[in-house]
Every structure is written in structure tokens, then in C-alpha cells.
């Protein structure tokens, strides 16, 4: 079966651009969440979703970051405009409900 | 609000022997999941192992255990035989059962298996 995938595995792009991170979720899991991790912070739960509904967005830093999961099957994460300091991994998981999260193996964005 | 605390931000072991990665969590639920992560240096987050909250007696994965008291609100992992291949950072987590799946992860511990 295939995993979460997540795309682009690497972005590099340049301040005050628009950054958009995709994620696709195993078939069948209805919560999808986002991560950011970097050395300074860790692993920092961003949003999650749950039947597509955003449940718990307090992760996310700012205006400049928003996230949609417009149906079972995607999600993105964008970034507008884009800053240095949001240089990171970002992880896409997924799971069925009661169940352990499954990972993406992330996004690796640099901004220059 | 439920936390997870890892209190050992670095470790080293030797090849070969047994190491203990400790972790406690608070919660008022008593249904709950708890879960120990791997990420080794290309990234990837693979789950090592799980213990269900109601059960008594440890998991058990291979060479990965855990030591689970309830009471104490403690959840460490056990790595026997330490291997090379277990070089990485490892995160516990916690999952609150029927509130949506709501995850807690930890702020990591970097374990290194010296030669």
C-alpha cells in the first residue's frame, strides 16, 4: 500500500514568494496533520483535520501560513509570502481514527 | 492539556548494550494510546512500537520494550543489543482516545550507538 505522500521532497525558493507544500493521506484515514521541524523547536504540530475539517489550527504561526483540505484524498500548506525563518522540514501524517500516525517523508524547504 | 516530556534531550550507548530512553506524560484521561518513534538521519518517522493504556503487560517489539507505570505516568523504551542501525532521534507520543485524534509528541531524545 502506499504511504502519505508528500510533495515537493525538496523546495528551494526565495524570500516573499509563494511556497505551497502538498500532501496525499493513506486511503481510508480520516485525520490529517502537518509538522514543522527544526533544530531550534522540534517537532511542532501546526494543524490537523479530521473528515476534512480543520480541528486544531493553534500550531500555526501566523497569517502568512494556511492549510486546506478540500477532500479526503489532499491537503496543502502554503506559505505567502515566504520568510527565511519558515526553513524547515514540513511532515504531512495521517491516520485512522484511534490509530497511530503514518509519515510522509516530509518536505524539506529552504528559503533563501 | 495533555503534555508529553522527554528529559533527555542526548544519549550514547554502546554497540550491543541495552539502553533506557525515558518519558512521562500527564493526562486526566484513562483511555489512551502511547507510541515511541524513530527518526533516524534520512528523516523518516517510523513507529517502533505502541502500548494500549489499559493494558498491564508491556509491548514487546524485538529488541524494543517498554517499561509502562501507569501511576507514575511513565512510558520508557528499552533497546537491547543496540544496534548501529538504531542511531536517531526518538519522540514518545501520546494519543487521546475518541477526541478525534488528538497527538502529543515529545520534544525528542537523540540516541547515538557508538562502535
Known amino acids: 500500500d502506499a504511504g502519505v505522500i508528500q510533495s515537493p521532497r525538496h523546495e528551494v525558493t526565495e524570500m516573499g514568494q509563494e511556497v505551497t507544500l502538498r500532501c496525499k493521506p493513506i486511503?481510508?484515514?480520516?485525520?490529517l496533520f502537518w509538522y514543522r521541524q527544526t533544530m531550534m523547536r522540534g517537532l511542532e504540530l501546526l494543524i490537523y483535520?479530521?473528515?476534512?475539517?480543520?480541528?486544531?489550527d493553534s500550531g500555526m504561526p501566523e497569517d502568512r501560513f494556511s492549510a486546506k483540505m478540500p477532500n479526503a484524498s489532499f491537503s496543502t500548506l502554503k506559505i505567502q509570502p515566504s520568510e527565511p525563518r519558515d526553513s524547515a522540514v514540513y511532515f504531512c501524517?495521517?491516520?485512522?481514527?484511534?490509530?497511530?500516525?503514518?509519515f510522509g517523508d516530509g518536505t524539506r524547504l529552504s528559503i533563501l | 492539556a495533555q503534555t508529553v516530556t522527554q528529559s533527555q534531550p542526548e544519549m550514547s550507548v554502546q554497540e550491543a548494550e541495552t539502553v533506557t530512553l525515558s518519558c512521562t506524560y500527564d493526562?486526566?484521561?484513562?483511555?489512551?494510546?502511547l507510541f515511541w518513534y524513530k527518526q533516524p538521519p534520512s528523516r523518516q518517522m517510523i513507529l517502533v512500537i505502541r502500548?494500549?493504556?489499559?493494558?498491564?503487560q508491556n509491548a514487546t517489539e524485538n529488541r524494543f520494550s517498554v517499561n509502562f507505570q501507569k501511576a507514575a505516568k511513565s512510558f520508557s523504551l528499552k533497546i537491547s543489543d543496540s544496534q548501529l542501525g538504531d542511531t536517531a532521534m526518538y519522540f514518545c507520543?501520546?494519543?487521546?482516545?475518541?477526541?478525534?485524534?488528538?497527538?502529543?509528541f515529545g520534544t525528542g531524545t537523540s540516541l547515538t550507538v557508538i562502535p
Open positions: 502500548q494500549e493504556a489499559y493494558k498491564q
Open positions: 493526562t486526566s484521561e484513562n483511555n489512551y494510546y
Open positions: 507520543a501520546a494519543l487521546r482516545i475518541g477526541t478525534g485524534n488528538q497527538f502529543y
Open positions: 501524517a495521517s491516520s485512522p481514527d484511534d490509530q497511530p500516525q503514518h
Open positions: 483535520f479530521n473528515n476534512n475539517v480543520p480541528i486544531d
Open positions: 486511503s481510508g484515514h480520516n485525520s
